[in-house]
Nanobody, 121 residues
Framework: QVRLVESGGGSVRAVGSLRLSCAAS?????MGWFRQAPGKERELLSS???????TYADFVKDRFTISQDNAKSTLYLEMNFLKPEDTAMYYC??????????????????WGQGTQVTVSS
């Protein structure tokens, strides 16, 4: 089991930016970012495998950028042009298996504790 620790959440005004980080304690084949707003399902934002191949949800393309530093076992999510509807708990996720691309929550093996992002209008 890999421990994931997120940081970088907070409060920001609309069209502002935030950068989330996630430090992993061990090996991951893929990592991803999900979010969950109150009363809603947890949804994928973006994922990345060790080779660098990325996946993005349509509603964050051109606004969010995922990246990783394999040497530091750290995942990042750069979020720009934030909207009030981006308000949610943001979770880091990972899997050590090559059969997972970390883009489906049912195939996630480890989750972080979450970091809150609040966007005001």
């Amino acid at each position: 089991q890999v421990r994931l620790v997120e940081s970088g959440g907070g409060s920001v005004r609309a069209v502002g930016s935030l950068r989330l980080s996630c430090a992993a304690s061990g090996y991951t084949y893929c990592m991803g970012w999900f979010r969950q707003a109150p009363g809603k399902e947890r949804e994928l934002l973006s994922s990345i495998v060790r080779s660098g191949r990325t996946t993005y949800a349509d509603f964050v393309k051109d606004r969010f950028t995922i990246s990783q530093d394999n040497a530091k076992s750290t995942l990042y999510l750069e979020m720009n042009f934030l909207k009030p509807e981006d308000t949610a708990m943001y979770y880091c996720a990972s899997s050590p298996y090559v059969t997972s691309f970390c883009n489906v929550k049912e195939f996630i093996d480890d989750w972080g504790q979450g970091t809150q992002v609040t966007v005001s209008s």
